[in-house]
Nanobody, 120 residues
């Protein structure tokens, strides 16, 4: 199977920066899309940013110009650089990967989540 391990969350003051990382491992043949979602208390999970294998990007309007998603295909790792953080960015951030495994099945996998708290 496939495992996603996230790191990089924490507490930061408004205006600060954090960088999230998510490494995928296991029976990976190829990863199409990798992305970050977030869920704040009492709200639905929402897409923050996504990147395809060839580098096509998608961002939520609320993070455009502040967040940058990137990936290292050789390491099966996706990153989220978050700048100019706001209190409303506080949420549990989840990594997602659409993976084709060696048996050629394709499935979505999720990380365990990493907490980002923006507060003074």
């Amino acid at each position: 199977q496939v495992q996603l391990v996230e790191s990089g969350g924490g507490l930061v003051q408004p205006g600060g920066s954090l960088r999230l990382s998510c490494a995928a491992s296991g029976s990976i043949f190829a990863i199409n899309v990798m992305g970050w979602y977030r869920q704040a208390p009492g709200k639905q999970r929402e897409l923050v940013a996504a990147i395809t294998m060839v580098g096509s990007l998608t961002y939520a309007d609320s993070v455009k110009g502040r967040f940058t998603i990137s990936r290292d295909n050789a390491k099966n790792t996706v990153y989220l650089q978050m700048n100019s953080l706001r209190p409303e960015d506080t949420a549990l951030y989840y990594c997602n990967a659409n993976v084709r495994t060696y048996d050629l099945a394709r499935s979505d996998y999720w990380g365990q989540g990493t907490q980002v708290t923006v507060s003074s």
